[in-house]
């Protein structure tokens, strides 16, 4: 790595999307810590290695009806049969006696001999006894042990993302906690002596400060410890301070604001004056291009721009990515939808359109929503993503396929 170079042995227009993102993964030098958590906080978090069924799943062969359990050999349709036993779930049976029913319940261990279970509704009942006006089939209404999970089954490959399903499978199995990495602990800091945090009082030519929210927000899907810092003006020895503070502890510093080429954008300035590294400056992708990707101390640091947007695509497209490389999740896979739209323009950069997914018959569309602006934040509200154009596609054309990032 070098220290700051304008130009990152790139042209002025930024290197490209996958150049820059090589790069920005080349940074992580090693995966996050193994820690162990009960289930009930494990969801949102990766699990660190591959989970195994420890048990079958049913446990036990048993009843999937309220009814009475037979062995469907032994019995003959329209005659008279004694009920002879009687098992609830929880409990368990003895052997079934010959050619009688046995009384059991859903979730009950079927008993000994018998292979099959009709449901009460289907019987006759006559007092003690019972007719049965056809003999099931022997697996009638049964759940045979293992039929949905067998013991040594690979359930959980390593990298996946733990949600609901994977607690319900973890506590199904008898898990009562899981090995996950440790959460990345990521500092927001956002800068500019325009920005006032919501609920502050607004002088002439301040607005509030919409991006550390915003992405603190899109943040918390990803399950990150995260630091928020106060507002930092753009001064060479505020940012400095700040950077160093946010740098402690953290594995990402991600800033917005001030790292483009203004005479007030101290950013890329204070990192140099701290002995960070540059890796990144400028990636050609449209909005986003003044983003910049370096290390300071132990920690990652990545500047996005100011503008909401542009923030936005490049959190969509670099932070992602790089907390999935750190915790050794699976990346998440772009869509392909059809392009809902037309569309001529100068290649050379990606370029992140905001789009929404629509269904059309049996097929997803991408459907624009604009107008377009990287200082907009109404369009996103429509928005259920980012269709992205490869730096060399100058046309789009109505129908074609076409790269679709969901947000969520
Ligand atoms: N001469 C040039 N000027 C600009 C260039 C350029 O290449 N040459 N690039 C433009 C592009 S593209 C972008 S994006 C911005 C990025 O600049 P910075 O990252 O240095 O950001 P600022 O100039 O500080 O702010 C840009 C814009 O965004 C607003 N902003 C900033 N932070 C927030 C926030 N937390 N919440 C809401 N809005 C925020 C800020 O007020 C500005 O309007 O530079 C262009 N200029
Ligand atoms: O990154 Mo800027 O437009 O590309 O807003």
Redesign the pocket.
Known sequence: MNAINPNFGCATGGLSVEHALKRVLALVARRLPVEEVPIDACAGRVIAAGFRAVCDLPRFDQSAMDGYAIRSADMAAASETAVIGRTVAGAMPGWLVYQTAHRIFTGAPLPLGADAVIAQENVERIGAALRLAAVPLPGTNVRRRGEDVEAGRRLIPAGTRLDWRHVGMLAAQGARSVAVRRRPRVTLL???R??REPGQTLSPGQ??????P?LAALLANDAVELRTMP?VD?TAETMQAALLDGAANADLVLT???????D??H?RQALQELGGALAVF?VAM?????LAAGRLGQAIFL??????L??LAGAITFVRPLLAKMSGATPQQPLVAHAAFSLDRKAGRSEFLLARLRQRGASLWAERVGPDG??RLRPLLDADGFCCLPEDQATVREAEPIRFIPFL
């Open positions: 956002s800068s500019g325009e920005l607005i509030y400060d919409c991006n550390l915003m507002i753009d917005t604001a001030g790292i483009s080429v203004g007030e954008d950013v400028k449209k909005p986003g291009k003044p500047g996005l721009p100011g503008n909401p542009a923030a990287s200082g």
